[in-house]
């Protein structure tokens, strides 16, 4: 199974893991500060080994984690939580439903529609790919956390973890465009809701995007969602 566990900037790394079930890379990260870990979306449930023992390699235990927030509820992203004891679980309630009951006293926390987590942490409710989908930005670093709300499923790296991703961004721009373009997949993904949402993340001055599958991009990332806006 083939791992990675990269620095993306101080105090942020993304751990990645082919999926060979989904033929795609699934994304998590954390965000070490304060003397908190933060863990940002965990993985499915059967591949938390590999996160937990990539993390050991860094000399980070699963029990050394204090905080866990989910950008949203598909089981991609929250499978591990339940191997994560004495945390602060954070979800938008929005997404609830989608969690497995036995893993709801996990997230004990509710996502703000607009505002701070308490984990020098800005959320704000995208609510496209999921209802509580939700983006995360950490000002001291620039870097986003978008979740599925642009995520390159299905690609492998063209290049190293953290990216300039030319090669992706050509093809997620390709992809828009097509769906742009497409009357009925318009209306059936609701084109117009995920434009909104880019225009939420163009708000921000980000200089890392960490989407919830594939390349972490770096840099030029105003001007890349500004060319998918260009699609409206």
């Known amino acids: 199974m083939k791992t990675y566990l990269e620095q993306v900037a101080k105090n942020v790394y993304a751990f990645l893991v082919w999926d060979q079930?989904?033929?795609?890379?699934?994304?998590?990260?954390?965000?070490?500060?304060?003397?908190?870990?933060?863990?940002?979306d965990s993985g499915k449930e059967e591949?938390?080994?590999f996160l937990f023992s990539a993390l050991k390699k860094k000399g980070?235990?699963?029990?050394?984690?204090?905080?866990?927030?989910?950008?949203?509820?598909?089981?991609?992203?929250?499978g591990a939580i339940q191997y994560l004891s004495d945390i602060e679980?954070?979800?938008?309630?929005?997404?609830?439903?989608?969690?497995?009951?036995?893993s709801r006293n996990k997230l004990n926390r509710k996502l703000?529609?607009?505002?701070?987590?308490?984990?020098?942490?800005?959320?704000?409710?995208?609510?496209?790919?999921?209802k509580g989908s939700v983006l995360l930005y950490h000002r001291g670093s620039k870097v986003l956390?978008?979740?599925?709300?642009?995520?390159?499923?299905?690609?492998?790296l063209s290049g190293d973890v953290v990216d300039t991703g030319v090669e992706e961004r050509e093809k997620y721009k390709q992809f828009v465009s097509e769906w742009a373009q497409n009357e009925e997949m318009r209306e059936q993904?609701?084109?117009?809701?995920?434009?909104?949402?880019?225009?939420?993340?163009?708000?921000?001055?980000?200089?890392y995007l960490c989407t919830g599958h594939g390349v972490v991009l770096k840099g030029k990332v105003k001007?890349?969602?500004?060319?998918?806006?260009?699609?409206?």
Not at 33 to 40: A, D, M, W
Not at 112 to 130: I, K, S
Not at 145 to 156: A, L, M
């Open 21 to 40: 079930s989904w033929n795609s890379y699934n994304n998590c990260y954390l965000l070490l500060e304060h003397n908190n870990i933060t863990l940002i």
């Open 47 to 49: 591949h938390s080994h």
């Open 60 to 78: 980070i235990s699963k029990s050394d984690i204090t905080h866990f927030i989910a950008t949203h509820g598909h089981k991609d992203h929250i």
């Open 89 to 102: 679980g954070y979800i938008h309630n929005q997404d609830l439903e989608l969690i497995p009951e036995n």
């Open 112 to 130: 703000p529609d607009n505002g701070p987590t308490g984990n020098d942490l800005e959320c704000v409710l995208l609510g496209h790919h999921t």
């Open 145 to 156: 956390f978008c979740g599925d709300h642009i995520c390159f499923f299905g690609e492998q």
């Open 189 to 207: 993904h609701n084109f117009n809701l995920f434009i909104e949402g880019l225009k939420k993340i163009a708000n921000y001055d980000v200089e």
């Open 223 to 232: 001007e890349f969602i500004s060319d998918l806006l260009e699609f409206e």
